[in-house]
């Protein structure tokens, strides 16, 4: 039975914002539309946390000489400001490559396709010659100004009511989703992911990290990427730390930069 038990509480601490999404979508959304995705998601964590200390005790969130703790804190607060360091490269990136897009697209040619030349003018010839789209990319049609725009041109994975109501988020669910998010996802399943050991715990110590980063998909993808070295960090700071103090604090200063940037820009929500 434990064992059952503990099989389903990885499954479900592995998918919990498919599950919210399911669930709000699915029962909620059309008897309370100003309920939010993120509230459901913040729900479901909280239930899986609540689980997992039943099941694996106080591990979950620390095991070790509570000395650790004191240290976790000033480590924590390096790894959020390096994690918001790597973050904010990897979306500049990525933003830098939309504009390179939308540039492209606006002057009628995929990007990297071969200049059409003028009547009169030198036609390529080599390499640059052959340099054209073939197959499948020959037919596809020119990119829209932003990435991750759904079918319906919309944006990302959401309508704009929807993408409003799910990004407008007040600082206490940030942190509470900081606190939620690594205690399931480093202290549950990092727990389980210890007591398996060897190669199974390895496994699912990197779905782990992997979950954590889809979290955030429905943001986008260059989201969802950026997030992978918040990610690795917090799951390392646990695996030195045996504890989730030094990545809670790391996540919970994350969040912070993260609504003090969207206070500067006017579009947080408090709730």
């Excluded at 990004?167 to 992911?193: M, P």
């Excluded at 980063?213 to 799951?235: D, E, R």
């Amino acid at each position: 039975m434990d064992r059952f038990l503990l099989t389903t509480l990885a499954v479900w601490s592995l998918a919990p914002m498919p599950l919210a999404t399911r669930v709000h979508g699915r029962w909620l959304e059309d008897r309370w539309p100003r309920l939010s995705t993120l509230t459901v998601y913040l729900v479901i964590l909280c239930l899986l946390a609540v689980a997992g200390g039943l099941l694996l005790g106080p591990g979950v969130l620390h095991d070790g000489p509570y000395y650790r703790m004191l240290l976790c804190v000033p480590a924590g607060l390096a790894l959020g400001r390096a994690a918001q360091s790597a973050d904010r490269r990897i979306t500049r990136h990525f933003a830098a490559r939309a504009r390179a897009r939308a540039r492209t697209a606006a002057n009628g040619r995929l990007p990297g396709a071969p200049l059409v030349p003028r009547s009169g003018a030198p036609r390529p010839v080599g390499l640059a010659a052959r340099a054209r789209p073939v197959g499948l990319a020959a037919g596809r049609p020119a990119p829209t100004a932003a990435r991750g725009e759904d079918r319906d041109g919309r944006g990302n994975r959401w309508s704009a009511k929807e993408r409003d109501r799910e990004t407008r988020v007040g600082l206490g669910s940030l942190l509470a989703g900081a606190v939620l998010e690594e205690t399931v996802f480093r202290g549950v399943l990092g727990r389980l992911g210890l007591d398996v050991g060897g190669v199974a715990g390895g496994v699912l110590f990197a779905l782990a990290a992997a979950a954590f980063c889809l979290t955030h998909v429905p943001f986008g993808w260059p989201q969802a990427l950026a997030k992978l070295p918040l990610s690795l960090m917090t799951t390392a700071a646990f695996l030195l730390s045996g504890g989730i103090v030094a990545g809670l604090v790391g996540h919970a200063l994350f969040n912070w930069e993260y609504w003090r940037y969207q206070r500067a820009l006017g579009t947080t929500g408090e709730r």
